[in-house]
Nanobody, 124 residues
């Protein structure tokens, strides 16, 4: 079993930045595909970014491309999401997820392990 704990969320003004962290425990995630999803109030959970086990491949949702960057440090068993140029539409609970498959999936149903989420609120 893998436990995922997100941190780094908070309140930020539009145009600002935040860096989310996802710390894994219970098992190494170095062979896992890792992703970030988000869910805004009243909306479905949506894909934000995914990174391969090696960190060599990434995929981003169009809505965050060029502003967000996903990375990982396998030695620390941690995944990050650097979020820049934030706008109010980025307000959501952000979830970290792990998939034992190598394919970079954007479908939340593919992911086996989830964190509890961290709230990001962007004020205008």
């Amino acid at each position: 079993q893998v436990q995922l704990v997100e941190s780094g969320g908070g309140l930020v003004q539009a145009g600002g930045s935040l860096r989310l962290s996802c710390a894994a425990s219970g098992r190494t995630i170095r062979t896992y595909t890792m992703a970030w999803f988000r869910q805004a109030p009243g909306k479905e959970r949506e894909f934000a970014a995914v990174i391969s086990w090696s960190g060599g491949s990434t995929v981003y949702a169009d809505s965050v491309k060029g502003r967000f960057a996903i990375s990982r440090d396998n030695a620390k068993n941690t995944v990050y999401l650097q979020m820049n140029s934030l706008n109010p539409e980025d307000t959501a609970v952000y979830y970290c997820a792990a998939d034992t498959e190598f394919a970079l999936s954007t479908a939340w149903g593919r992911y086996e392990y989830w964190g509890q989420g961290t709230q990001v609120t962007v004020s205008s």
